[in-house]
């Protein structure tokens, strides 16, 4: 099985959960603007919409799109500690933080990575990720992860993405439970594996 990635990347999140799960991978290097991997091999053959994550399967099969393949580990590869069962009300809200972190929160990441966004659109830009992620902010002052005591699959996700602030000059310290709350993921082994093996080979 094979996961394609870019360091510090979102495909960071399913990295993190494969090591959660104990699964037994391999890395592959994706450099997104050649559309290439390390090895050469055209990158637009394994995934057409051209990004990472993308994980292949023994078979070949290749699944796009982090919170699915966040959820298809959880689901078939070992990591059911990390989801709760499918059908249930629990999923649901999982899935719920799932989508909130990548419309609100990745998307709202994803503009100010683009250097041609600079003054009054990217303050606005910056205001509005800003209010969202005040928002998980203040789930989080009652509960250690977003899903309750455990970490789950959302929290993989929460983490990477907010990882980008300081990247970005994003300043969270204003935020009282963000801060401790990445600090406690961040001491996790598998999180700790996942970004040295990304530091790496980056």
């Not at 683009?114 to 009054?120: F, I, M, Q, S």
């Not at 659109?121 to 205001?127: N, V």
């Amino acid at each position: 099985m094979k996961l394609y990635y870019f360091p510090g990347a979102c495909s960071l999140s399913p990295h993190i959960v494969l090591r959660e799960a104990n699964v037994p991978f391999e890395l592959v290097k994706t450099d997104l603007r050649a559309k290439t991997t390390e090895t050469g091999q055209d990158f637009w053959a394994v995934n057409k919409a051209g990004y990472v994550p993308a994980l292949e399967l023994d078979d070949g099969t290749v699944i796009t799109e982090g919170p699915v393949i966040l959820q298809y580990i959880a689901d078939n590869l070992g990591g059911k500690h990390l989801a709760p069962a499918n059908g249930t009300l629990e999923r649901y809200k999982l899935q719920s933080w799932l989508n909130f972190i990548s419309t609100e929160l990745h998307k709202g990441f994803s503009p100010l990575f683009n250097p041609k966004v600079t003054g009054e659109s990217k303050e606005a830009l910056q205001e509005r990720l800003l209010a969202r992620i005040a928002v998980l902010d203040k789930h989080l002052a009652d509960t250690p992860y977003i899903m309750g005591k455990a970490f789950t699959l959302p929290d993989a996700y929460a983490y990477t993405v907010l990882s980008w602030a300081g990247r970005m000059k994003l300043d969270l310290s204003g935020f009282k439970a963000i801060g401790p709350y990445l600090e406690r993921i961040a001491a996790r082994p598998a999180v700790q594996a996942a970004t040295e093996a990304e530091g790496k080979k980056g």
